[in-house]
């Protein structure tokens, strides 16, 4: 099957798509006719199932309307697109165990896929002819805002449908907060938890899923199951990092800290991709130094013929940065982005440890940029800048991100076949971003897949296509990148992995692949959950058509 975004093609793998037209719902289930024998049988017949069927009322949740699929046909990359037959509405996590419960009845049971803000980049949060959860259903109604903060246990205990936005307000009203945070905020978290949920904190505390301490998990068997390191936690383990494979995540028990109120905001410029790492590799070792440290490379072409306006430098920054670039020659100017934060108690000599340590750094003397913000400003960055873009149309467009875990080794290697190469001359819309994290902050029995070196860098390629051909162009650089590492040996994983194959999920999951084969046979047998990752192919729907009573 093909799907068209603009003039650009995706293919939607036959495994989930032959013979299943985009009909609404009639494709899946007979559903007047199993409702008419649970009424002549009576609901003893078919157990505890038809049970929940009866008291949830799990059929007129299921929308069909072609406003409500239309939506969910898409996501935030914009590049694939597959219709569900259906978008299913809950109201508590047990509404979640029926609908799986009811798929798992049909003779060919039809795949479920949750779905919080649809950020994904390669239709991850697709369900091609089948259904698709809105998980924010969950925070509607009688079961309210699900954010509850313990603090004598140091935790939130927060829905899966809750926005980290949402977390982070929740939170600071106890003076709180989570140690880790994605540049964006407004995701969910069973969305990022279902990664990994990486961020300028990480080398310090690890990715979120480091800083979970138990999760509510709706399988694929229809299971409400409590997971823990102490408690069913080849699951709990599992379902970090495990891109929605073996159930949905709908509360999670995050540990949190003492909150900053203000944040020192630093951005150094480098024009020598030696000394931007070693730099970032000083940082990520000194414990007492930055509190977040992140990097960017900015392109040359992008200063010198790109839009000459910035949230973090004024015009005239912009313009010595301009002047920087064409000085030295370089493909690319790096930052390294910091942050120290700082509260009333450590305001008066912020600015004293802040100049201690720039002194150890080599970045360009005089291109050091300071800025004073909350710490809610700080971490909010992200959503700021969306709005300016949604405002321009730049915003809900085509994004074919790529994004890289490259091992410490290696990363010059990288740096020298893709900035220097494959995109010298470039002036992508977007942002680019490459800084290190330490190993020792990860937990290998997640599912998440790392290098193997204590130190990795991600590299982010988060570019957008707004005007005509960008998509293609952009598709095609990625393609070379991932070509460059494959024949140098660069040992590259994937961020939000997207694989055309399941040898080629294989190759991804290494050591790992038969763990998290025997995770799915035993919480996801008939592999019907997150069908859009294309790890395991899941049965085909029927294609009876079908009368349905839902609205």
Partial sequence: MQVANSSYTTHIP???????????????????GFLSTVGHLGASAFGALDDDLVALDIVSKIHTDRSLTARASS???????????????????????????????????????????????????????????????????????????????????????????????????HGLTPRVWTDYLRITVGGTLSNAGIGGQVFRHGPQISNVR?????????????????????????ALG??????????????????????????????????????????????????????????????TEGRRSSSFFSAAELARLT????????????????????????????????EALLEELSFVPGFAFVRDASYVQFLDRVGQEEQKLRSAGAWDVPHPWLNLFVPRSRIHDFAAGVFDGVLRGTRP??????????????????????????????VGL??????????????????????LCDRAGIGCKQYLPHHASQDGWRRHFGA???????????????????????????????????TITAS
């Fill in 214 to 238: 138990e999760l509510d998990v709706v399988t694929g068997t229809g299971d409400m199951i409590t997971c823990s390191p102490g408690n069913n936690s080849d699951l709990f383990y599992g």
């Fill in 14 to 32: 036959n495994i989930y798509c032959s013979n299943m037209p985009i009909a609404r719902f009639a494709t899946l289930l007979v559903v007047t």
């Fill in 512 to 546: 790992k692949w038969d763990r998290v084969a025997a995770l799915k046979a035993t919480y996801d047998p008939r592999a019907i959950l997150s069908p859009g990752q294309g790890i395991f192919p899941a049965a085909v729907a029927s294609t009876t058509p079908a």
């Fill in 75 to 173: 996501d935030f990359g914009h590049i694939v697109e597959a219709a569900p037959n259906g978008v299913f509405h809950p109201v508590s996590p047990a509404d979640i165990a029926a609908l799986i419960r009811f798929s798992l009845y049909q003779q060919t049971p039809f795949t479920v896929a949750p779905r919080g803000k649809g950020h994904s980049s390669r239709g991850q949060a697709l369900a091609p002819g089948g259904i698709v959860v809105d998980m924010p259903s969950l925070g509607r109604g009688d079961h309210g805002h699900r954010v509850n903060v313990s603090i004598d246990g140091m935790y939130v205990d927060v829905g899966g449908e809750q926005l980290w936005f949402d977390v982070l307000h929740a939170t600071l009203k």
């Fill in 242 to 303: 495990g891109l929605g494979q073996f159930g949905v995540i709908t509360r999670a028990r995050v540990g949190l800290e003492r909150a900053p109120k203000r944040v020192k905001w630093v951005r150094l410029a480098y024009t020598d991709v030696h000394q931007f790492t070693a730099d970032q590799e000083l940082l990520i070792s000194n414990g007492a130094g930055f509190d977040y440290v992140e990097g960017q490379v900015q392109l040359n072409r992008t200063l």
């Fill in 323 to 354: 002047e920087l670039a064409l000085g030295t020659g370089s493909s690319a100017v790096y930052y390294i982005e910091g942050a120290m934060y700082y509260d009333d108690g450590s305001a008066s000599t912020v600015d004293r440890k802040l």
């Fill in 462 to 483: 988060l570019r957008s296509a707004v005007a005509a051909g960008d998509l293609e162009r952009l598709e095609r650089e990625n393609e070379a990148v991932l070509g």
């Fill in 429 to 458: 819309v977007g942002l680019i971003l490459m800084y290190p994290m330490n190993r020792d902050r990860w937990d290998d029995r997640m599912t998440t897949v790392t290098p193997d070196e204590d130190v990795f860098y991600a």
